[in-house]
């Protein structure tokens, strides 16, 4: 069982940044693709970007992709999700999702997801 532990989130202006963080622990979460999804109030929970578990293979949502930049340091069991230039409209919670087997942007191909962190961007 692989458990996974967001934070980092908080409030910024926008224009600003944040670095979230995922750390995992438990299974061999370092052979796992990582993922961030983000929920808006109201709104249905969507992708943002995924890693794969060398690191060599990343994926960006359109809405984000030369904004934010997805890494990962294994030897930590850590994934980090570097946002640049926030927007107003990045404000949601976001989430750190794992997989042993897939690599994607559908969120039911994520087996374990962590309890979320919450960002919310001003105007």
């Known amino acids: 069982q692989v458990q996974l532990v967001e934070s980092g989130g908080g409030l910024v202006q926008a224009g600003g940044s944040l670095r979230l963080s995922c750390a995992a622990s438990?299974?061999?979460?370092?052979?796992?693709?990582m993922g961030w999804f983000r929920q808006a109030p109201g709104k249905e929970r969507e992708f943002v970007s995924v890693i794969s578990w060398s690191g060599s293979s990343t994926t960006y949502a359109d809405s984000v992709k030369g904004r934010f930049t997805i890494s990962r340091d294994n030897a930590k069991n850590t994934v980090y999700l570097q946002m640049n230039s926030l927007k107003p409209e990045d404000t949601a919670a976001y989430y750190c999702?794992?997989?042993?087997?897939?690599?994607?942007?559908?969120?039911?191909?994520?087996?374990?997801w962590g309890q979320g962190t919450q960002v919310t961007v001003s105007a």
């Open positions: 999702a794992s997989s042993p087997t897939y690599y994607g942007t559908s969120r039911l191909g994520y087996a374990y």
């Open positions: 438990g299974g061999t979460s370092s052979s796992y693709t």
